[in-house]
């Protein structure tokens, strides 16, 4: 398992979501799968999230049973399909209910709508697993995925952070197992957030080239001694707030380079 993009840039200031993908590679037979994603709640807010694997899970007719948890507590708060009707009666006698219809079994392959909770403590755990099937003789073999990514999970965070930070999207509990339940070998990887401000010295709306060579003919300045000879003492170029304008300046506004702000 691992999480797609493995690492991304953020603006720190910038408060839309931004996605990240859980892929799974190199697998057979897989009949669950569960993992537990943590982050900093003080650095980025969970979103949303969705399950694409349901479907691929029952692909090959063994409906999925999933579960997810966000954070614990909350629990997740469901919210119901259809609601009772109160009937009123003369005073002195208890009400009685008329119940709503029953609600219909969703189609193999989908999940029930629910209306998460959200996440203060930083943390979702998932899983997804196949249903047997009275009656069937044997069990059918899961599905099995080659170098080509599949997603099982999706999600949108945003930053919530107040100065230039970066956070580590975690993937821990990890485990995959086939029809028969038997464990299947399995690595992950997690994803690095960087929550930046923006490196945008010239105001075109991108960090580009020019907003390094810019900084870079200041390159070895410091507050008692600007650069070139006679120039004054730019601050905004000293992107760590050292006190001088060195290669460690230069290396961040790389970093962005092609970012829009």
């Known amino acids: 398992m691992s999480l797609s993009p493995a690492s991304q840039t953020q603006l720190y200031y910038k408060r839309t979501p931004f996605a990240v993908t859980l892929n799974l590679t190199n697998a057979a ?21 969705s399950l694409p694997a349901a479907a691929w899970l029952a692909s090959t007719g063994r409906p999925p049973m999933c579960a997810v948890t966000y954070d614990t507590p909350p629990w997740p708060t469901f919210t119901p399909t259809s609601t009772g009707t109160r009937t009123a009666t003369p005073t002195g006698t208890p009400p009685t209910n008329t119940p ?14 629910f209306t998460p909770t959200p996440t203060p403590a930083g943390n979702i755990t998932f899983g997804c697993g196949t249903l047997g099937t009275v009656g069937q003789f044997g069990l059918p073999l899961g599905p099995a995925v080659g170098d080509t990514p599949v997603a099982i999970a999706n999600f949108q965070f945003m930053s919530i952070a107040t100065v230039e930070t970066g956070d580590i999207l975690k993937l821990t509990d990890v485990g995959i197992t086939d029809v028969l339940a038997t464990p299947i070998v399995v690595s992950s990887s997690n994803a690095n957030v960087r929550l930046a401000r923006c490196y945008d010295m010239d105001g075109d709306g991108v960090v580009s080239i020019l907003d390094l060579t810019r900084v870079s003919a200041h390159f070895g300045a410091t507050i008692a001694v600007p650069v070139p000879a006679g120039w004054i003492w730019v601050p905004l170029y000293d992107i760590d707030g050292d006190g001088a304008i060195s290669i460690l300046d230069l290396v961040q506004i790389a970093s962005e380079f092609g970012m829009s702000c």
């Open 100 to 113: 709503s219809p029953t609600s219909t079994a969703t189609p193999t392959g989908t999940l029930p709508t």
């Open 29 to 49: 037979n897989v009949g669950a799968y569960q993992f537990r994603l943590t982050w900093n709640p003080s650095k980025l807010q969970w979103v949303s999230s």
